[in-house]
T-cell receptor
Framework: QQQVKQSPQSLIVQKGGISIINCAYE??????FPWYQQFPGKGPALLIA?????SEKKEGRFTISFNKSAKQFSLHIMDSQPGDSATYFC????????????FGQGTTLQVKP | NAGVTQTPKFQVLKTGQSMTLQCAQD?????MSWYRQDPGMGLRLIHYSVGAGITDQGEVPNGYNVSRSTTEDFPLRLLSAAPSQTSVYFCASLRGTRSMNTEAFFGQGTRLTVV
């Protein structure tokens, strides 16, 4: 079963716009929610991460919003730039399973100049 | 600092052949994992290790074996390649503790085609 569901599968945004990617999870034992960014031909790299004791975390133009009761979290990219064009993955893991990240299906973002 | 190194970068196998994908990390991380990436499926965990000599199965372990004899190396073995194993394979090492996950560092990937 898909424990982490990500949407949309693809997203096209104009330069300067806001990109929003959503994820929903099922396992209430998850306590670590990272977002990874992947450029073509490269491995994923950590972008930003959140734990459920806070509802929002911001790093530069990137913000994670977390809704524990709805079991949802989202990535917001403000002032989107063509250099942000990449595939984004949300993930989740449990404290007793370090090393066992469960990923969403991925979102391909294209930012048009 | 090399980070996580995967070899080879590309490989073509015939159905039924076996091979080993190599993964090495130089960050002294205790945790290492193997994922496969397929279009529309995201990254799916094949096997992972919480330390030398300790491995466990992930979501899609069938057809793959792993071992962890040293902290640095975590090879993935395909026992008898099948076309369904055509994929991009990523190795990752994680900086974390047994009670708290932190950042996973990924290699550049191995693109495997089974014909």
């Amino acid at each position: 079963q898909q424990q982490v569901k990500q949407s949309p599968q693809s997203l096209i945004v104009q330069k300067g716009g806001i990109s929003i990617i959503n994820c929903a999870y099922e396992n209430t034992a998850f306590d670590y929610f990272p977002w990874y960014q992947q450029f073509p031909g490269k491995g994923p790299a950590l972008l930003i991460a959140i734990r459920p004791d806070v509802s929002e975390k911001k790093e530069g133009r990137f913000t994670i919003s977390f809704n524990k009761s709805a079991k949802q979290f989202s990535l917001h990219i403000m002032d989107s730039q063509p250099g942000d064009s990449a595939t984004y993955f949300c993930a989740a893991s449990r404290p007793s399973n370090t090393g066992k990240l469960i990923f969403g299906q991925g979102t391909t973002l294209q930012v048009k100049p | 600092n090399a980070g996580v190194t995967q070899t080879p970068k590309f490989q073509v196998l015939k159905t039924g052949q076996s091979m080993t994908l190599q993964c090495a990390q130089d960050m002294n991380h205790e945790y290492m994992s193997w994922y496969r990436q397929d279009p529309g499926m995201g990254l799916r965990l094949i096997h992972y290790s919480v330390g030398a000599g300790i491995t466990d199965q992930g979501e899609v372990p069938n057809g793959y074996n792993v071992s962890r004899s040293t902290t640095e190396d975590f090879p993935l073995r395909l026992l008898s390649a099948a076309p369904s194993q055509t994929s991009v394979y990523f190795c990752a090492s994680l900086r974390g503790t047994r009670s708290m996950n932190t950042e996973a560092f990924f290699g550049q990937g191995t693109r495997l085609t089974v014909v």
